[in-house]
């Protein structure tokens, strides 16, 4: 027989067998294209001699890298899409805002703070107050939590049932990150460097003692200033928030906004963004929350 006869035997066997399987399957596709109605032959015939698809507009469609450029978005882009209205986006957060009217209409006793602050200092320089005001009326769980991290001084401690948990609020903590494209990151009562965080103890359950559900994407990022819950997940808010500095439609629909700083406290917010030498994302220098709380 020769060297290699049995491995050239078993190849032959192979391809024998891979044609025998070829041959049956057309013949029963073709059997069964025969008993099917005329109309519905054309889309089989087509689904059996379908081949990839070739040509110069590709599955992205002609002339998608210059949309892309542009920033109009489409199917399978990333980028802003060309027919979202910042207008009429704008217009909608200031009727979520003016929601806060109903509060301020209660008696003393039931008010709700819509307004809350933040005292920031970089490299230990006068801290600069920024003022955020906090769409309470439509999200009052959101708001809540946020009021409750600006009131917790350092070293403070919560009752969870029969033991003491010790906790902080915002107060000492850092601004962790300044992403370019989004704006300042902070809010990390953990671990302080943007890998942790948890809710107010008030809103945890004992199925998710760190986080809450989200309650709602009612506010858009369509402008610098907007306050946005920082969540790692759907249904995952902690304490982590952001401040944005420009227009932001890639958080619309994943992080719920919830506030945003008037007008007096976006020059500390851009002093920082734009003053603050950054290194992959991470400040050089100290930005600290010296103070926080509710107005």
């Known amino acids: ?3 290699g006869w049995w491995r050239n035997t078993l190849v032959r066997t192979e391809k024998s067998t891979m044609n025998h399987l ?6 029963l596709a073709q059997s069964h294209l025969r008993q099917r109605p005329p109309s519905s032959q054309t ?55 003016g929601m806060n009217q109903l509060l301020m209409a209660k008696g003393d006793s039931e008010k709700v703070p819509t307004e809350a602050y933040l005292d920031l200092s970089v490299a230990g320089e006068e801290p600069r107050r920024v003022v955020i005001e906090l769409a309470a009326a439509a999200l009052p769980k959101t708001t809540e939590n946020f009021r409750l991290l600006c009131q917790e001084k350092p070293g403070a401690s919560s009752e969870n049932g029969e033991e003491v948990v010790p906790f902080v609020g915002y107060a000492s903590t850092n601004v962790y990150k300044i992403e370019k494209t989004v704006g300042l990151c902070l809010g990390d009562v953990v671990t302080n460097n943007g890998s942790g965080g948890r809710c107010h103890p008030a809103l945890g359950t004992p199925t998710s003692p760190y986080s809450f559900r989200d309650e709602g994407h009612f506010i858009s990022h369509t402008q610098p200033g907007i306050v946005s819950m920082m969540s790692p997940g759907v249904h995952r808010n902690d304490s982590r928030f952001l401040i944005t500095t420009t227009d932001a ?21 851009f002093d920082i963004f734009n003053g ?18 509710v107005l």
């Open 249 to 269: 439609p890639q958080l619309d629909g994943r992080f719920v906004a919830f506030g945003r700083v008037k007008d007096d406290g976006m020059d500390a917010v």
């Open 43 to 97: 889309s089989l015939t087509s689904a059996l001699t379908r081949s990839k698809s070739t040509g110069t507009r590709g599955s992205r469609g002609h002339g998608w890298l210059k949309k892309y450029r542009d920033g109009l978005g489409g199917r399978h882009l990333q980028g802003r899409w060309h027919y979202r209205d910042v207008e009429e986006l704008k217009a909608i957060n200031d009727e979520v805002f």
């Open 276 to 293: 603050v030498f950054t290194k992959r994302g991470r400040p050089t220098v100290e930005i600290k929350v010296t103070g926080c709380g």
């Open 22 to 27: 070829r041959t049956t399957t057309t013949n």
């Open 1 to 3: 027989f020769g060297p």
